[in-house]
Each structure stands twice: as C-alpha cells, then as structure tokens.
C-alpha cells in the first residue's frame, strides 16, 4: 500500500535529508566507537608511563634520582638505560668527565676575570688561573643535594680566588716571577684539595697561566737580578784565580819536595858510595880500570903495593937499540 500524501513523498524536497528533491537520502553519519577511544587513550597513556619510567644516561655522565617520596636517592645512576618510577621520581644528569675553568682578563664566555691579589711586600699581581677538575661520581647525589647544579658559581670559582689570593700572599714578587712559581702552584693545589673534597669534588689541575707585577717593579727586579749575576760571575772568576794560584802553589810545592828528595837521594847515594870505597879499596882500581880502559894499555897488579903498572913506557925501555950502520964499509 502506497502513501498517497503527496507531503510524504520520499521525493519531495526535504531541507535536511533530501534538499533537492531528487534520488534517496544520504546514509546517516558514522557513530564514533567507545571502545576504539578507550585503546586510543590506552596506548597514549602506555606511552607516557614507558616514556616516564626509562631514562638513558649518556656516556661520561651520572645521574641523581629525586623520589617526590623519599628525596634524593644515595645511590646516583650509571651510564645505560634505567627504569625508574613512572611521575614519581625525577633524574637530573651531571656531567663527569674532566672540566676546566679559566680565570683570565680575556675571559672566554663563561668564564670570569683574572684574580687580583697582592705579594708578600704587598706588591699588586695579577694572576690568571685554570683549574682542571670532576665531580666525584659516588658522590653526585651529595653534592646535587647540598650545592646543585650551580655548584661551579656558587662553590668552585669562589674557593679557587680566595686560595690563589692566599697563596700569593705567603710569597714575594720576585720569587713568583723567578724561581718559586711551582711552590705557588703546590701550595694552591694542596689547599684547593682540601676545599674540593668537602664539596664532593675532584681537583685534577692548577694552571697558572700568567703572573704579572707592576711594569716599574719588574724592571727593578729585573736590573737586580741582573747586578746579583754579574756579582756571581765575578765571584766565580775570583773563585777560579784563587783556585789556579793554589794550583801553582801546590805544583811548586811539590817540585821542591821533588827537588829536596832528589839531593836527599843523590847524597845517600854518594854517602853510601864513599862507605863501601873505603871499606873496599880494590874499587878504587877498578873504578880507575873501567876509566882508562880501553884506549891505555894498563895491568894491574895483585900485589899489596896497589899500584898500576903501564906497558907503553915498559915497552920503550925494554926495547934494544938498533946497531949502527957502518959507514963506508
């Protein structure tokens, strides 16, 4: 049975479903689901609780764990991948490997001025230091809790003026500038380690960079010094001349002991000479044979007379004379 009211007609203009007129309705619009909402916010949700409960410490690094419950926890996170509890607990990341500060008058950015300080004789000198340093990993939930992550402001520049000040102090101009810098830098490393282990902190290095005095007081250090080297030079000449005369003195010294030896030697010599002639008179002769011979003809005789005997002039008187040659016969 067909609706014969003309204004129920499917075809007749409808302002909502058919404005036209023409052709069937369009379908009616999507219904959203419940359940796909719920596994939407489920996995958003799912998320954030993953995302909030694992944390990733980079290598060189440490971490220190606020629970909103308990405080900071002692025991700091290591390099890795970490679960922690999800809106709970809070990780804040320090950085461990080595750090330096520099305190110059050309300070770089983040850096502050040079340390003005004065000498012993309380002379001015400017002094521009670097520190080298860590923090100490098993202890950066201490130091998160008892300086935080301002410590190098709050803590580490102040300590490293006030003991290079100090330092400077204990000793002159002239003998920061000269021969006693590394003293300096041993006495502000030994007090800089005692101020960086109360505050969990690991002094690797202290650099002095520069130390400059007044222009007119380096100049009249300067012309001291070198007056004292040129007094040390003159000193060692001196030294040197006294040395080469005490040589001579010990050479001559020594020649005459030489000398007097030698005498000493040839008159024991003649001594003991004249003691075995006399008491061997047959040397005598022997010692006049060894003269003589062998250019004069001599014999000696073993008789008691002691007395020399020459064959020459025996020769001459033992020979016969020669008969005359008659004349004329």
Do not use: C
Not at 124 to 135: C, G, L, M, N, P
Not at 271 to 287: A, D, H, V, Y
């Amino acid at each position: 049975m067909t609706n014969s009211d003309p204004g129920s007609s499917p075809f007749r203009a409808n302002p909502v479903n058919n404005p036209t007129g023409n052709g069937p309705p369009p379908p009616p619009p999507a219904r959203f689901s419940p359940r796909l909402g719920w596994t939407i916010g489920g996995v958003v949700v799912a998320g954030l609780i993953v995302a909030q409960s694992v944390t990733v410490i980079p290598a060189g690094y440490v971490g220190v764990v606020f629970s909103s419950f308990t405080g900071v926890k002692p025991n700091p996170l290591q390099e890795g991948l970490h679960f922690v509890m999800p809106f709970v607990d809070h990780v804040t990341t320090y950085d461990a490997r080595l750090q330096e500060v520099t305190l110059s008058q050309t300070a770089a950015q983040g850096d502050e001025g040079s340390i003005s300080a004065r000498s012993k004789e309380g002379l001015d000198i400017t002094a521009e230091v670097t520190v080298q340093f860590r923090i100490d990993r098993a202890k950066a939930a201490i130091l998160h809790k008892e300086l935080g992550r301002n410590y190098i402001n709050t803590a580490l520049r102040p300590q490293v003026r006030a003991k290079v000040r100090d330092a400077i102090g204990q000793f002159g101009a002239a003998d920061l500038i000269s021969n006693q810098r590394a003293q300096l830098e041993g006495t502000i490393t030994t007090e800089l380690n005692k101020s960086f282990s109360r505050n969990n902190l690991i002094l690797d290095a202290i650099l002095l960079r520069e130390l400059k005095i007044p222009e007119s007081v380096a100049k009249a250090i300067e012309e001291k010094q070198t007056a004292e080297q040129q007094v040390a030079v003159e000193r060692n000449r001196l030294q040197q001349a006294e040395i080469s005369a005490q040589r001579d003195v010990v050479k001559a010294e020594g020649e005459a002991k030489a000398a007097i030896a030698t005498a000493r030697g040839q008159a024991e010599a003649l001594s003991l000479r004249g003691k075995s002639l006399k008491e061997n008179p047959q040397l005598i002769q022997l010692t006049v044979a060894e003269r003589l011979a062998p250019g004069i003809q001599t014999i000696m005789l073993p008789s008691d007379g002691n007395f020399l005997l020459d064959l020459k002039s025996l020769g001459v008187q033992t020979q016969p004379k020669a008969a005359p040659t008659p004349s004329g016969n």
